[in-house]
């Protein structure tokens, strides 16, 4: 049994972006537990810092009833979080080393809390995918070829995708999350 779904419900959809774009939208806790035993099995923060506007999906509006105006929801695509903005607390009933949990909450507020909304949704979106590579090592162009129409997708106004990418992947190493092995040959730490 899987303990989150892929997508979790949210507010109003314009209300929450505003949040995210004024950064002050909340952290995400979410809890899995066991109600016959009363357990916790797992529990997880998502930092507030990783909403970016990729992640979050809009909801068809209601249909406005009498004189009521439509309503807009929105749903967070937790597969759409890089494995590193969601931070294990408890994991099958253990829960992890808090110093571990502490050090993972800083390395990523040091990689996103100062960027903008864009900067952190280009950010983030490329560490997912990095992730999504399930490589070690990997080239810029073979992640070129496996997300780069993706992410144009995901930042449409961006005319240099390939040049924002080399960018990413610089954070990305500056932040000791990779090494740039020279030739655009990168690895994972």
Request: charged share 30%; glycine share 4%; net charge positive.
């Amino acid at each position: 049994m899987k303990p989150f779904a892929e997508r979790v419900r949210d507010a109003e959809y314009h209300t929450f972006m505003q949040a995210v774009e004024e950064r002050t939208n909340p952290n995400l806790v979410l809890m899995h537990y066991d109600k016959p035993r009363l357990r916790v099995v797992d529990l997880e923060v998502i930092p507030r810092f990783f909403f970016v506007p990729s992640c979050i999906i809009p909801s068809k509006p209601t249909r406005p009833k009498s004189r009521g105006k439509p309503w807009q929801g929105c749903y967070i695509s937790l597969e759409l979080v890089p494995y590193d903005g969601r931070i294990r607390i408890i994991e099958d009933e253990r829960i992890e080393d808090r110093q571990m949990v502490h050090d993972k909450y800083l390395s990523t507020a040091k990689l996103l809390l100062r960027k903008t909304v864009e900067g952190r949704g280009w950010t983030a979106d490329v560490l997912r995918c990095v992730r999504a590579l399930r490589r070690q090592a990997f080239t810029l162009e073979e992640f070129c070829q496996a997300y780069q129409e993706e992410l144009q997708s995901l930042h449409p106004k961006n005319r240099f995708i390939r040049a924002k990418i080399r960018q990413q992947l610089q954070v990305l190493r500056d932040n000791a999350i990779m090494r740039f092995r020279g030739g655009g040959n990168y690895e994972l730490v």
